[in-house]
């Protein structure tokens, strides 16, 4: 399984692509893929017809498309750059993220 340094609930940058720069919170991450479901980034339209029996309106709905995780800086909540990120494990085994800019640590 691919190394995930990117949890729920985190900001992150996406580094390249055609959404560079943009920034969101993590939504979901999905492991298995790689990939992870940011807030308002990578929106993709769908559009969806009209099924009045169903309820269903037409139109278009946009909804964020999975990006991923190698593409993502998490956004240190101690110095607020877009970090590399290393791991280190504590004294009472638990395992922290380290921001290879600052140098702090957090979950
Ligand atoms: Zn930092």
Known sequence: MAKVHVKKNDQVM??????????GRVLRVLVGEG???VE??????KH?????NKGIQGGILERENP????????????CGKPSRLGRRRLEDGRGVRVCKS????FS
């Open 102 to 105: 600052c140098g702090s640590t």
């Open 14 to 23: 996406v580094a390249t692509g055609k959404d560079r720069g943009a920034k």
């Open 48 to 52: 969806t017809r009209a099924n009045p």
């Open 40 to 45: 308002r980034v990578n929106m993709i339209k």
């Open 35 to 37: 990939k992870a479901v």
């Open 67 to 78: 990006i991923q995780i190698a593409n993502l800086r998490v956004i240190c909540p101690e």
